[in-house]
């Protein structure tokens, strides 16, 4: 059964860094293409970066030039290096296998809080 573990989510002041971690149980993981997402209060859930099996990647608008995602095959982790953090970056992050939808599984998320 999969299970997806997010970690490293904190508070920081605006302009700092973080750097999250998605650690993946399961074979599937090498295979698939994992994208890390966030919901803010009130608002749903949005795609912020994705990383093919291979290691190309893909970032929104909002975070482009920003953050990093990253992964490692043989951990089975996927991270996200966040960069320049601002208070609208503030949500819980969220990784999964690209294309999941709201009733999917989930892991529980780590929570960001970027101060002003």
């Known amino acids: 059964q999969v299970q997806l573990v997010e970690s490293g989510g904190g508070l920081v002041q605006a302009g700092g860094s973080l750097r999250l971690s998605c650690a993946a149980s399961?074979?599937?993981?090498?295979?698939?293409?994992m994208g890390w997402y966030r919901q803010a209060p009130g608002k749903q859930r949005e795609l912020v970066a994705t990383?093919?099996?291979?290691?190309?990647?893909n970032y929104a608008d909002f975070v482009k030039g920003r953050f990093t995602v990253s992964r490692d095959n043989a951990k089975k982790t996927v991270y996200l290096q966040m960069n320049s953090l601002k208070p609208e970056d503030t949500a819980v992050y969220y990784c999964?296998?690209?294309?999941?939808?709201?009733?999917?599984?989930w892991g529980q998320g780590t929570q960001v809080t970027v101060s002003s």
């Open positions: 990383i093919t099996s291979s290691g190309s990647t």
């Open positions: 399961g074979s599937f993981f090498s295979f698939k293409p």
């Open positions: 999964n296998v690209l294309g999941k939808g709201p009733n999917d599984y």
